[in-house]
């Protein structure tokens, strides 16, 4: 029988694209309490550096903080040289890089007959420039570092990919098409990935959260004046059956559990880790 514990993560090397953010940070920190030696690569080297330090210091594993933007490859082999030589070979990698912006957002939800005369606040306004960068962060910025991070994986015949998705990804929330089209990508190459690594010994799976207070959604989901809820926000929460934002701790269960050698013949899905969200149907 297998050890019905995550002890087999132990001493192993894990990177963390995004890993400075808020939701990163806090996989960060479940990842070092279960023993991982991490590289946090992310675009803010500073910012990165501190988290690592912090948890360095809180957790005792080793924590590193690396520069490295998702988007390049140059950027990204620099990156895997310092994590190899301070490190080792990968282990593990997770792809937390990502978010949306306000350039990708449309003003409005629904376009009815009095916003035909001003359609800067609806999809025909969009500027491409914040379309392509927000589809490209999380699209291409999820493809790239598999493609430069996996290969010490590949030569061991073992390793895991963890990608990070959203509720965006099974339906589309309103205001948001950049960033929902990418993180349906991201799914359909988790699966694609999924099987075309199987039988090298890499698994390939992604956790898909709910609705979390962070960075990127705070100016969707509060009201600036009051501090509450705004109309938007108001209604995820009477959508999540338990009726509530999630704390980023939520996340860090199904992400040892999918890093882990309990998830050993598990590759290819993606978990929801979203307050019964995506179950229900809204009556
Ligand atoms: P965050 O903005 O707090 O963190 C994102 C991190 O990515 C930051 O540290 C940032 O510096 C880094 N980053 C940005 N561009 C980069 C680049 N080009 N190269 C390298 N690093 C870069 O975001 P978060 O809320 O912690 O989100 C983390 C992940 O979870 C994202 O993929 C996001 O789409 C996803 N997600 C978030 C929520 C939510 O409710 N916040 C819900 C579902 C999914």
Redesign the pocket.
């Known amino acids: 029988m297998k050890p019905m514990s995550f002890d087999d993560l132990k001493g192993k090397v894990c990177v963390i694209?995004?890993g400075?953010?808020?939701?990163?940070s806090t996989m960060v920190r479940a990842l070092a309490a279960a023993g991982l030696r991490v590289a946090i690569?992310?675009?803010?080297k500073e910012?990165a550096e501190q988290v690592a330090a912090d948890i360095q210091a809180e957790c005792g594993s080793t924590v590193i903080g690396v520069e490295?933007?998702?988007?390049e490859r140059d950027s990204l082999e620099k990156a895997k040289a310092e994590i190899n030589e301070k490190l080792g070979p990968i282990d593990i990698l997770i792809n937390?890089?990502?978010?949306n912006s306000p350039q990708a957002t449309t003003k409005i939800e629904q376009i009815e007959e009095k916003d035909l005369d001003h359609l800067d606040d609806t999809f025909y306004g969009l500027q491409m420039e914040g379309f392509d960068r927000v589809y490209a962060?999380?699209f291409k910025?999820t493809l790239l570092p598999t493609m430069v991070f996996t290969t010490d994986m590949l030569k061991k015949r073992k390793g895991v990919v963890l990608n990070?998705?959203?509720?965006n990804s099974y339906k589309p929330l309103t205001k948001i098409p950049a960033y929902s089209a990418a993180k349906a990508s991201v799914n359909n190459f988790t699966e694609w990935l999924a099987v075309h690594l199987a039988k090298v010994g890499i698994r390939v799976n992604a956790i898909a959260?709910g609705?979390?207070i962070?960075?990127?959604?705070r100016f969707l989901v509060l009201d600036e004046k009051t501090g509450g809820y705004s109309a938007r926000g108001q209604k995820i929460v009477n959508s999540t059956p338990m009726g509530k934002f999630g704390e980023p701790e939520d996340l860090q269960g199904a992400t040892l559990f999918l890093l882990s050698e309990l998830s050993s013949f598990i590759t290819g899905i993606v978990i929801p880790v979203d307050g019964g969200y995506s179950a229900y149907g809204g009556v």
Request: hydrophobic content about 45%.
């Open positions: 694209t995004g400075a953010g808020v939701l990163g690569a992310d675009i803010n910012v490295a933007n998702v988007l937390g890089a990502g978010g962060l999380n910025g990070i998705s959203s509720m959260p609705f979390f962070t960075h990127q959604n």
